[in-house]
């Protein structure tokens, strides 16, 4: 009876959850047609055994992160987007960060795909924490790129003034740890490193307890927008070759951040990629086709995510974009190969295609690899604001 109860309840959630978005395209309702769909879901005379597969087999589960990050956000998006009553079903679960998702994509039962930095798999490998895990994840798409964020007082210049000082890097089970420290590592900078959650951190930062937090999300960070301290900014952090081998180059402005960068004032810092990881289902298991129902209403939906009020990062996604070093899940690959048109009709990417080709004929440059064209990319779209705040 006990289970029957939680059954009915899940049931009467998922009810809830598609009102709650049909309230988005409706006015107004029908009483006689909610009660329609009351019937719908618990279909009278179905067992629960069967009410409890229909929901199951059209869910998918995605783990983001951490409260006030990214990934919380863009999984929200997910779910306001693709939700179709019993039909769809995204349901975003609160995660720890992108160490932690995955381990949680390989190993937690009912995670079906998850939010996790491109550069995680090759510090876990890279340090031997984790072998052999390769192959045994995949990647439905490449997302947007992460800003390294570092948040510092005014008397902290550069990243080598925090040579020797505290400074907070999140959990260890999130990716902010994972980039800080490459990305320290590669400058030679040793600093003292705090692992507290961010939004103590954040607090222990005004109080002087702590030197500097560092956050890798994607701008503009809910989190961080909330910030209002005038003895606080970013810390800039320099593009050297140390570091162009896995980071692109990046900005943050003060239409990002209005309280902690002045206007028009621009702060240099790297970008990582976000990737959208799957385990590597084998071929005909229910996961797989889950998943591949799931990339069925995704892609053709990609244009819907890149207007408001959704995050203005589902900007950046181009579903073509390769990831060297990961393996494509298979239907995703299927899908792009079917549909070869889709990334064109992105106006975004179309408009970057013709800025790409009015370059060449100016100055003779090239795209060339994926990783040139995303550098041109990000500066591609920095001009576009740009052009699009003119009077």
Known sequence: ?????????????????????????????????????????????????????????????????TIGGTYVQIAADLASVLDDGDKMRILPIIGRGSVQSIADILYLRGVDVGIVRADSLNYLEAKGFAKNIRHQLTYVTKLYNEEMQVIAPKSIHTLKDLEGKRVSVDLPNGGSFVTASIVFERLGIKANFAYIEQRLAYEKLRKGELDAVVAVQGRPSRAISQIKDE????????YVPSLQEDYLPAKL????????IPKDQVVDTVAIGAVLAAYNWPVGTERYRRLEKFIGAFFPRIEEFQHPPFHPKWTEVNLNADLPGW??????????????????????????????????????????????????????????KKQAAKP
């Open 327 to 384: 393996e494509r899940f298979r239907p995703a690959k299927d899908w792009l190969d079917q549909h070869p048109a889709a990334s064109s009709s992105d106006p975004t990417r179309k408009q970057f295609e013709e800025f790409l080709a009015e370059r060449a004929r100016q100055s003779g440059a090239r795209g060339g690899k994926v990783d040139d064209r995303e550098v041109l990319f990000m500066q591609f779209l920095d001009w576009q």
């Open 1 to 65: 009876m006990r289970l029957m109860k939680l059954r009915v309840a899940s049931a009467l959630f998922a009810l809830i959850g598609s009102i709650s978005i049909g309230a988005a395209e409706q006015s107004e309702y029908d009483p006689a047609a909610v009660s329609e769909s009351l019937k719908a879901i618990f279909q009278y005379g179905t067992s629960a055994k069967q009410l409890a597969d229909r929901l199951n087999a059209n869910t998918v589960t995605v783990i983001s992160g």
């Open 253 to 260: 402005t003060s239409d990002d951040y209005p309280n902690l």
């Open 231 to 238: 003895n606080l900014h970013f810390v800039p952090i320099e």
